[in-house]
């Protein structure tokens, strides 16, 4: 079983969409990450977050540590958003847990 | 933050050969990390690198196949040997920041091998 769980594995969705990406994970943490991979293979990070909530423009990311869950959302999604985003959780010192990722492709 | 940079961004290769990827950092990190990808799969830790001590590895994963330098605080490059198709992967390389949840990623290294 691994650490991090994402949800869903794949996900198509029309310009302008709403949408959701769930993460959970099985471990404590002291931080978790949305990253995000383009076709290119490099990976930014998005959010970093412990507790509560984030808003970064159209991306918001929520963290429920009693229920170990996740989301990152996007309003008004457009097809630049079109990426890999990947979950990743911070374990101990240096050891992080990588979800597989979520494959978001936005339509025009 | 820290900027990364890698080179190559990306490379195709013959089975057999090696390739040496460079990772380069914009400020003085004490750690840093090597990562693969493989196609589908998630991030993979190879191993860490500290200035002026030898790599520490993963398990499944040697020096022999992957040797790591770090001659200084904000370089360092991974070499995959002898390489086979089954090494096609990205391979990233990342550091910590000012506290050791905070991570930051390069740029990747596509790599195939024919």
């Known amino acids: 079983k691994n650490e991090v769980e994402q949800s869903p594995q794949n996900l198509t969705a029309q310009e302008g969409e709403f949408i959701t990406i769930n993460c959970s994970y099985s471990?404590?943490?002291?931080?978790l990450h949305w990253l995000q991979q383009h076709p290119g293979g490099g990976i930014v990070s998005l959010f970093m977050?412990?507790?509560g909530k984030k808003k970064h423009g159209r991306l918001i990311a929520t963290i429920n540590i009693q229920e170990k869950h996740s989301s990152l959302h996007i309003t008004a999604s457009h097809p630049r958003d079109s990426a890999v985003y990947i979950c990743?959780?911070?374990?101990?010192?240096?050891?992080?847990?990588f979800g597989t990722g979520t494959s978001l492709t936005v339509i025009p | 933050s820290a900027v990364i940079s890698q080179k190559p961004s990306r490379d195709i290769c013959q089975r057999g050969t090696s390739l040496t990827i460079q990772c380069q950092v914009d400020?003085?990190?004490?750690?840093m990390f090597w990562y693969r990808q493989q196609p589908g799969q998630s991030l993979t830790l190879i191993a860490t690198?500290?200035?002026?001590?030898?790599?520490?590895?993963e398990s499944g994963f040697v020096i022999d196949k992957f040797p790591i330098s770090r001659p200084n605080l904000t370089f360092s490059t991974l070499t995959v040997s002898n390489m086979s198709p089954e090494d096609s992967s990205i391979y990233l390389c990342?550091?910590?920041?000012?506290?050791?949840?905070?991570?930051?990623f390069g740029p990747g290294t596509r790599l195939t091998v024919t």
């Open positions: 977050l412990s507790s």
């Open positions: 990342s550091v910590t920041g000012g506290k050791s949840y905070e991570q930051y």
């Open positions: 471990v404590g943490i002291s931080a």
């Open positions: 400020s003085q990190v004490t750690m």
């Open positions: 990743a959780v911070n374990h101990t010192g240096n050891q992080f847990y």
């Open positions: 690198a500290n200035q002026g001590s030898e790599a520490t590895y």
